[in-house]
């Protein structure tokens, strides 16, 4: 399994992921987020299939967002979902972002014990944040040198890239 930078070639993999996991997102955002953020659109391949991807953005000069993260339903449990977080992680901390947030259904308990494991912490509820009248679990991580260093010691760490810096995130109008 390799996490490399999301390339034009990759939509249509990206896009079938999407539309198995997700409900109310908009496929054509995802054209949005390669424009502006190249540098934060990673993808999961194993033998030259895409099995995962995430998103991240600049929210704020001092925080990134993690828009999406989706794993095939038979990649799940791999440890994938946690090498794409740590890889986003580092993006942000090379772009000197000191905290990183997301947010999850209510509902999904399964991804919040992931991000718990990571290391994000419930901070707030927004109530009805999403289109179906959901709620959605607002949660945070500070992103340290200590944090990275346990990260890439984590042995399913050995197999993501070295991802160096590379374009500066610039926030998206449109999201």
């Excluded at 490399?4 to 896009?15: A, M, N, Y």
Aim: charged share 20%.
């Amino acid at each position: 399994m390799n996490i490399r930078h999301f390339v034009p070639d990759d939509f249509e993999h990206v896009l079938s992921i999407e539309q198995k996991i997700f409900s109310d997102h908009d496929p054509l955002v995802y054209i949005n987020f390669y424009e502006l953020n190249m540098n934060g659109f990673l993808v999961a391949e194993e033998n030259g299939v895409i099995i995962g991807f995430v998103v991240g953005y600049q929210l704020n000069e001092n925080e990134g967002r993690i828009f999406s993260l989706a794993v095939e339903n038979e990649y799940k449990s791999r440890g994938i979902g946690t090498q794409l977080i740590h890889a986003i992680l580092k993006i942000f901390y090379e772009n000197s972002f000191q905290y990183a947030s997301l947010e999850v259904r209510m509902s999904n308990v399964r991804a919040q014990k992931l991000y718990k494991r990571v290391g994000f912490v419930p901070c707030w509820v927004e109530k009805k944040y999403y289109l179906d009248g959901e709620d959605g679990v607002i949660m945070k991580i500070r992103i340290s040198p200590q944090y990275l260093l346990y990260a890439m010691d984590n042995p399913l760490q050995k197999q993501v890239i070295p991802i160096t810096n590379g374009p500066v995130f610039h926030t998206p109008d449109s999201i």
